[in-house]
């Protein structure tokens, strides 16, 4: 149902004024509002805001990921900042790469009587396709500063060969 608006013109004293008709909503905008004014934003979440935020790396997000296909091999390039090296697991089929891993962290306060221990963990699974075929036994990896990379040597491409038609 579409909103309305109607516009009349009243004669008064100083000339023409116009009288705008009051706005008629449909039932879901009008369910809509209501919904709005009884449950403020952040309802969901009552205790949030005075509790202290664990930041994890990869709380809902997946690592990003560049790759570069160079002549003789593909490099695959993932930020996995905050990661430890013994905490991914990277497996490479002829067409694809998985990247898996996970984050743990602990936080705790003590102050006199008051004592506080948080701890989150999170994880993240991404696979991505390569633009070639690769030598997946070949492959290497690296590890440093929170960058993964892996050195994906490509296959012998299948050489083009002429057969003489009798």
């Not at 050195?151 to 060969?161: D, G, I, S, V, Y």
Request: aromatic share 8%.
């Amino acid at each position: 149902m579409a909103k309305e608006h109607k516009t009349e013109l009243q004669k008064g004293g100083n000339g023409p004024q116009a009288i705008r008709a009051p706005h008629v909503f449909s039932p879901v905008e009008e369910w809509d509002r209501w919904f709005e004014s009884a449950f403020p934003s952040g309802w969901l979440h009552p205790l949030r805001a005075g509790w202290p935020q664990l930041k994890m790396p990869f709380e809902g997000r997946l690592p990003k990921v560049d790759i570069i296909d160079r002549e003789s091999e593909i490099v695959v390039r993932a930020e996995v900042a905050g990661v430890d090296k013994k905490d991914l697991d990277v497996s490479v089929t002829d067409t694809t790469v998985t990247i898996k891993g996970s984050t743990r962290q602990e936080s705790k306060e003590e102050k006199g009587d008051y004592y506080r221990c948080e701890i989150s963990q999170g994880s993240f699974a991404r696979t991505v396709a390569l633009p070639g075929d690769v030598d997946s036994g070949k492959a290497r990896a690296s590890f440093k500063d929170g960058i993964l990379e892996l050195m994906l040597p490509k296959k012998e491409a299948a050489k083009r060969h002429s057969i003489k038609v009798e």
